[in-house]
């Protein structure tokens, strides 16, 4: 007689409460499909915290139905982000899943007997290095090496180690213990591990988005090989527009004029004129957007970088761009920026000239292929060629220096796009009206 199945019970999977003074979490990914059925104890999702980052294990046996909200979205704690069915029908919540608490200590598994030496075989190893809180406290409790764990096999989301596999490989009678890595190749380039000696001082722990920040410099600067070029404008005719512009402008619209509108007007401009400047890179892929989204790189009062975005800037007036760009700025001092508010970015701006800068080398908002930096506007004298001959003037002056990705965009793309941008500002129509 065949045995009864185990009734399954739906229920939602809600966000957990990680610590006392965590009241919501960002999900990293989710490591279970809709569909795919899981084990009590496999991790569902990864969640991060302001404190410490969380793999959320299922409270029972059973499948996922449907995820609520995904990856990069921050949820508050008790807030349903999933549904699932789970064959224990008394489960009515999820409980804390605070890592650096939940890690019960589990009885080794008993060792399979190994009939052959393993001392000399040769593994591969996992090429992804991340390692969860809950592994690396099952693997230092059964006192399992970095360099062992890189050798169990991973059945991960993006080839991480799960606890399942760990413990897999911990009832296998750990197999690959003793084995060797795969000999290195000669030809490839290794970070040399030099010791340096940083001093003494005070320590100030990284707050989450300013790893968050260097993270993305640093994938930025492994994945795009950055050139920099660099352009002149004269922005005298610019500026004495604005300066006898701006307070009628006030009046009208009740929005100041800052040169920000201005400089994201001319380059929407030159994108519309250069179009494979607004670009992404998908593996051999060349994705050329059809908007026009321009992000501002903005500090936050914190002084960490955020980068809100004007949407579909070649469609809007000058009005448009100026109330745009001031609302996202204010939102970004008084830390009111949505989700919305900086999502959907194809092109960057930088305006380093608000710091002082004569100029800067910013580096490249992935996935985007470009990045442009405006410098401090300097009065200078120049040579001037008139009717008269060459003079010297008094000009408003700045730099501009565009970031662009060497793999998609070569010299004279982004030269040409960079002068054009410095060209819709130098010949500013002086009798352009408000």
Known sequence: MEKPKEPLSSQELRMPKMGESISEGTIINWLVAEGDSFEEGDTLLEVATDKVDNEIPAPAAGRLIKILHKAKEVIPVGQAIALISVKSADLTDTKSTNTEKNTTRTPAPKKKKITKPLRSNQVSTNTNTFISP?????????????????????????????????????????????????????????????????????????????????????????????????????????????????????????????????????????????????ASVDGENIIVKNEINVGMATALPSGNLIVPVVKNAHSKSLQELATDVNSLANKARNNALTADDIKGSTFTISNVGTFGSVMGTPIINQPEVAILAFGIIKKRAEVLTTEKGDEIAIRNMMYLSLSFDHRVVDGFLGGSFVKRVADYLEKFDPTRTI
Do not use: C
């Open 134 to 278: 809950l592994v690396l406290s099952i693997a230092k409790e059964h006192h399992i090496s970095f360099e062992e764990l890189a050798r169990i096999p991973a059945t991960g989301h993006n080839g991480r180690l799960r606890k399942s596999d760990v413990f897999a490989y911990l009832n296998d009678g750990r197999p690959y213990q003793f084995t060797q890595a795969p000999p290195v190749d000669p030809t490839a380039y290794h970070i040399p591990q030099l010791k340096f000696d940083k001093g003494t001082g005070t320590i100030i722990k990284m707050d989450r988005m300013r790893q968050m920040i260097a993270d993305h410099m640093v994938y930025s600067k492994h994945t795009s090989p950055h050139v920099t070029a660099y352009v002149e404008a004269d922005l005298t005719e610019l500026v004495q527009w604005r300066t006898a512009h701006k307070e009628d402008f006030l009046k009208k619209y009740g929005e100041k004029l800052t040169f920000t509108p201005l400089f994201v007007e001319a380059v929407a401009k030159a994108i519309a004129d250069f179009p494979n400047i607004n």
